[in-house]
């Protein structure tokens, strides 16, 4: 019985990848699932500090593949969720340190102990993305508002395609509702419009991430974070719930209060 | 000095092989495949070479693709100088008779201002019996992703970003912040210490050792600090010269 390997991918850089990865296995682990974690960006790891987690990093994925370690040694558990691991990428290596085949096998082992493995693509479209792409048996595609954005993001919807990986589902990063009001972002239905795939997500600007993303701490595992909140509709939607869209609207003073007197919902 | 070409000089100890400071990591490769080439006749006579990388910052496997490019052209390289971010090379290149190659120091031309001529990574670092005393002085601050490995004691003039590491046989001395991964007495020299103007580590080890920071902890110690082993542990302490030198005195007694 072998678990869901997930790559998140975006093509662009800078759009929310990593927090995406952080964010999503952070909810599949607080709903108990097992999640493995998998920094695919080479040279350039970034996961672990998400999550809050560098300092425990003795042995990485390029140890592994190598042979140097064994790959449960690898593996960091969390340090809030029991179920949910981590392994983190090489920092003085690059992205030819690994081979697709090899991070296909390791994928196919870590499947084989977890209920969900993601995987968290470099930006660009070579080796790295290659690597990241080889084991997956799905796609989460981040992207944000922006045209750059969902240019990068189409050309990704291809290549994946191309590899065998139809249907990804998009997740919309750092919406900013009042800006698409003005007409000055892209709205959700503009995205979907150019993109023409399944929509997993949308995810309100909220800078709460921020500085959850500099302490290591996930804004999932913040109660009162709207993009925390985003965040864990889209786990139970990779669960196969049927949850509504966010409402990207702020709730104004006098709407949280009727809510508050439960004159409203 | 810093050459646009490949050099090469003969030296009693065998060829001698110059890069120049090249970045882009194909174009060297392609300056030292041509000049091999239009060579080639002029070193029939050479077997040997050493390799002097100067200040470059190449990977290991960029560094064993160079040597096999010399390599091809039938000369063996001896030993590899010079190179930041470099690791366990000199376990790959022992092979080819480096400890038959003499302790001098090869470098043809010593520059002012840079580094001290040192081998990166000589001698094995798993044989612990015979500790070098030798010394490898960086001198520049070593940024996310580098990497330096000694079997002897390293000093940084600089800082050690988070993302970078220090493998060292013997004792880490950084004369400006740690912040990335200091690893001392590797592989089992517990006496081996860390020293920092700044110990702000994201991870330490000593030996066979391992600390990191409890978590939530900012600390931001203003004087320099030691770290060593005391009672299966890894401690740190203020560090002060004149207890230093106290200890050492009382580990000299001891004995």
């Known amino acids: 019985m072998g678990g869901k390997v997930i790559v998140v991918t975006s093509g662009k850089g800078g759009v929310g990848k990593t927090t995406a990865v952080a964010n999503i296995g952070c909810g599949l682990a607080a709903r108990g699932k097992k999640v493995a974690l998998v920094d695919a960006d080479i040279g350039l790891r970034n996961l672990d500090i998400v999550l809050g987690l560098e300092n425990r990093i003795v042995y990485d994925i390029v140890h592994v593949i190598e042979g140097k370690c064994r790959l449960r040694q690898a593996l960091i558990?969390?340090?809030?969720?029991?179920?949910?691991?981590?392994?983190?990428?090489?920092?003085?290596?690059?992205?030819?340190?690994?081979?697709?085949?090899?991070?296909?096998?390791?994928?196919?082992?870590?499947?084989?102990?977890?209920?969900?493995?993601?995987?968290?693509?470099?930006?660009?479209?070579?080796?790295?993305?290659?690597?990241?792409?080889?084991?997956?048996?799905?796609?989460?595609?981040?992207?944000?508002?922006?045209?750059?954005?969902?240019r990068d993001a189409d050309r990704i919807v291809g290549l994946l395609e191309a590899e065998g990986l139809?249907?990804?589902?998009l997740v919309v990063n750092r919406v900013r509702p009042e800006m698409v009001r003005r007409g000055d972002m892209l709205g959700i239905?503009?995205?979907?419009?150019?993109?023409?795939?399944?929509?997993?997500?949308?995810?309100?600007?909220?800078?709460?991430?921020?500085?959850?993303?500099?302490?290591?701490?996930?804004?999932?595992?913040?109660?009162?974070?709207?993009?925390?909140e985003a965040f864990r509709r889209i786990a139970a939607r990779i669960e196969g719930e049927e949850v509504p869209f966010m409402s990207m609207e702020v709730p104004s003073l006098w709407l949280r209060f009727k809510r508050f007197i439960g004159v409203a919902r | 000095m810093k050459t646009e070409d490949v050099i090469f000089k003969g030296t009693k100890q065998g060829l001698c092989v110059i890069l120049p400071h090249d970045d882009d990591f194909v174009s060297l490769k392609g300056k030292l495949a041509a000049k091999l080439e239009s060579t080639s006749g002029f070193f029939a006579g050479a077997t040997r070479a050493i390799l002097d990388v100067g200040e470059l910052a190449l990977s290991e496997d960029d560094m064993r693709e160079l040597v096999g490019i010399i390599e091809s052209f039938g000369i063996s390289v001896s030993r590899v100088v010079g190179g930041i971010g470099l690791s366990a090379i000199g376990r790959t290149l022992a092979s080819h008779g480096a400890a038959g190659a003499p302790a001098g120091r090869p470098r043809p031309a010593p520059e002012?201002?840079?580094?001290?001529?040192?081998?990166?990574?000589?001698?094995?670092?798993?044989?612990?019996?015979?500790?070098?005393?030798?010394?490898?002085?960086?001198?520049?601050t070593l940024r996310s992703g580098q990497r330096v490995t000694f079997a002897g004691n390293v000093v940084v003039l600089g800082d050690v970003n988070a993302g970078a590491e220090v493998v060292a046989g013997g004792d880490i001395v950084i004369v400006g912040a740690l912040r990335g991964v200091a690893h001392a007495g590797t592989p089992d020299n517990k006496r081996a210490i860390v020293v920092a103007l700044r110990l702000i580590p994201t991870q330490l080890r000593i030996a066979d050792f391992i600390a990191r920071p409890p978590d939530g902890d900012h600390r931001a110690p203003r004087s320099p600090e030691i770290a060593r082993i005391r009672e299966d542990r890894?401690?740190?302490?203020?560090?002060?010269?004149?207890?230093?030198?106290?200890?050492?005195?009382?580990?000299?007694e001891e004995r």
């Open chain 1, 189 to 228: 239905d503009d995205v979907i419009d150019i993109l023409a795939i399944d929509l997993l997500g949308v995810v309100p600007d909220d800078e709460s991430v921020i500085t959850s993303t500099n302490k290591g701490e996930p804004a999932v595992l913040d109660g009162v974070s709207r993009a925390g």
């Open chain 1, 166 to 169: 139809g249907e990804p589902r």
């Open chain 2, 112 to 140: 002012v201002g840079q580094p001290a001529p040192s081998e990166v990574a000589r001698g094995d670092l798993s044989s612990s019996g015979q500790l070098s005393s030798e010394t490898f002085l960086v001198r520049r």
């Open chain 1, 77 to 150: 558990r969390d340090k809030r969720l029991q179920t949910l691991f981590l392994l983190p990428a090489a920092q003085s290596k690059d992205k030819e340190a690994v081979r697709p085949d090899q991070m296909k096998e390791l994928t196919t082992s870590l499947a084989g102990e977890f209920d969900y493995v993601m995987i968290d693509c470099p930006a660009g479209i070579e080796h790295g993305f290659k690597n990241a792409i080889a084991g997956a048996e799905a796609a989460i595609i981040v992207t944000t508002p922006e045209v750059s954005a969902v």
């Open chain 2, 234 to 252: 890894i401690v740190i302490e203020a560090y002060s010269a004149k207890k230093a030198e106290l200890e050492e005195e009382l580990a000299w």
